[in-house]
C-alpha cells in the first residue's frame, strides 16, 4: 500500500538553512506537498510539486524531487522561530478527489 | 471568507459514547473529507462526501459514519466509543475535480478526547 516516511525531528539555529527529507512508495503518486502544522491548529499547505517536475521553488522555499528514488525534499532558506512547527509530507496518486496520504510528520525546532 | 470552520474545538466523551463533529466548508467548495489524527501520528483519511453521498472511504469501522447537507456542510459521528478514538479530527474542504491540481483546504480541528 501506499506509504511515507519522515525523519521525525530536526533541530537547527536561527538563520541557517533546514532541510526536511520525505521518502513515499507509490509510483503512481501524481502530487507531493508540504504541510505545515502549528500547536493547537489544523494544516497550512505551504508548496506542492507535480510530479514531472525535478525542482519547484517559492520565496524561502525549495522543494526537491527525485522521482526515481521517489525522494522528496523541503529546505527552509533563513529559517526563523516562526518556523518552529511540524511538517508533514503527503501526496496523492490523482489530486482533485483523491485523498492525501501523510507521513508521520518532522518536529522542526529553531533554536535562537 | 472564514475559511473551513469546525466545531466543537474541544470535546470529552467516555467510552461507549457517540459524539457528532460538525464541518462548514470554504465558500464555494462542494466536497469534504475528514482525516483522523492521533497524537504523533500524520491525518488518516476517514471518508469523503459530495453531493450528499459518501466518495471514497478510508480503513475505519463502521462506527465512524458521515452525512453531508445540501448546503456542503457535514457531520462526522462516532459510535461505541474507544479509547484509541481520541484524536484530532480534521475536515478539509475543496472542488470535486476529476483530476488537476485542487487543494484541499482545512479547518483547526476538534480535538476528542475519550475517558
Known amino acids: 500500500g501506499e506509504d511515507v516516511e519522515q525523519s521525525l525531528f530536526l533541530s537547527v539555529r536561527e538563520g541557517d538553512s533546514s532541510v526536511i527529507n520525505c521518502t513515499y512508495t507509490d509510483s503512481s503518486s501524481t502530487y507531493l506537498y508540504w504541510y505545515k502544522q502549528e500547536p493547537g491548529a489544523g494544516l497550512q499547505l505551504l508548496t506542492y510539486?507535480?510530479?514531472?517536475?525535478d525542482m519547484k521553488q517559492d520565496q524561502r522555499l525549495t522543494v526537491l524531487l527525485n522521482k526515481k528514488d521517489k525522494h522528496l525534499s523541503l529546505r527552509i532558506a533563513d529559517t526563523q522561530t516562526g518556523d518552529s512547527a511540524i511538517y508533514f509530507c503527503?501526496?496523492?496518486?490523482?489530486?482533485?478527489?483523491?485523498?492525501?496520504?501523510f507521513g508521520k510528520g518532522t518536529r522542526l525546532s529553531v533554536i535562537a | 471568507d472564514a475559511g473551513v470552520t469546525q466545531s466543537p474545538t474541544h470535546l470529552i466523551k467516555t467510552r461507549g459514547q457517540q459524539v457528532t463533529l460538525r464541518c462548514s466548508p470554504k465558500s464555494g467548495h462542494d466536497t469534504v473529507s475528514w482525516y483522523q489524527q492521533a497524537l504523533g501520528q500524520g491525518p488518516q483519511f476517514i471518508f469523503q462526501y459530495y453531493e450528499e453521498e459518501e466518495r471514497q472511504r478510508g480503513n475505519f469501522p463502521d462506527r465512524f459514519s458521515g452525512h453531508q447537507f445540501p448546503n456542503y456542510s457535514s457531520e462526522l459521528n462516532v459510535n461505541a466509543l474507544l479509547l484509541g478514538d481520541s484524536a484530532l479530527y480534521l475536515c478539509?474542504?475543496?472542488?470535486?475535480?476529476?483530476?488537476?491540481?485542487?487543494?484541499?483546504?482545512f479547518g483547526p480541528g476538534t480535538r476528542l478526547t475519550v475517558l
Open positions: 510539486i507535480f510530479s514531472n517536475m
Open positions: 503527503a501526496e496523492t496518486a490523482n489530486s482533485g478527489n483523491t485523498p492525501l496520504v
Open positions: 478539509a474542504s475543496s472542488m470535486w475535480r476529476s483530476s488537476s491540481y485542487n487543494e484541499q483546504f
